[in-house]
């Protein structure tokens, strides 16, 4: 299962990423998610034919676009991955924001969390995801990703 993880913390991070993939997940890290497709060209559909991904980890408050501007990116470029299975981290977001987070489908976590309470919602949707489903390869891709 392949998860992406966005978040301006670096030691936040990499803490997520290497209990993660201790677990046996493949983790695409990045601080910031103008990294990904969706947002270089954001008038043209998503350019993959595949989801990108299974699970997005997001953090809300990052320093050139929030967590729930680039969600509310990805939906509207159509993008083929994450679907209902997306995350938004933060410490401190207002009722605006967790009514928003909740009306674009993200489940949320206040920082700090258990990790186990993250590795519990994994899981959770890894066992909703079908086994043969092909996600986008980016070794053989010269595009940018998270």
């Known amino acids: 299962m392949r998860i992406f993880l966005i978040d301006?913390?670096?030691?936040f991070r990499n803490?997520?990423?290497?209990?993660?993939?201790?677990r046996g997940y493949e983790v695409i890290s990045a601080a910031d998610p103008t990294g990904c497709a969706v947002y270089?060209?954001?008038?043209?559909?998503?350019?993959?034919?595949?989801?990108?991904?299974?699970i997005l980890l997001i953090d809300q408050n990052m320093p050139?676009?929030?967590?729930?501007?680039?969600?509310?990116?990805?939906?509207?470029?159509g993008c083929k991955g994450i679907g209902s299975h997306?995350?938004?981290?933060?410490a401190n977001l207002n009722d605006v924001e967790r009514q928003l987070a909740i009306?674009?489908?993200?489940?949320?976590?206040?920082k700090p969390f258990r990790m186990y309470s993250l590795l519990e919602w994994i899981e959770s949707v890894e066992s909703t995801l079908a086994p043969d489903r092909t996600l986008f390869n980016f070794s053989e891709a010269s595009c940018a990703h998270p």
């Open 40 to 54: 270089d060209e954001p008038d043209k559909p998503c350019p993959h034919d595949y989801p990108c991904g299974d």
């Open 8 to 11: 301006d913390d670096s030691e």
């Open 64 to 77: 050139n676009l929030s967590g729930l501007e680039f969600i509310q990116l990805q939906q509207k470029r």
């Open 86 to 90: 997306k995350a938004l981290m933060s």
């Open 15 to 22: 803490i997520i990423t290497i209990f993660l993939e201790m």
């Open 103 to 110: 009306e674009l489908g993200c489940t949320v976590f206040r």
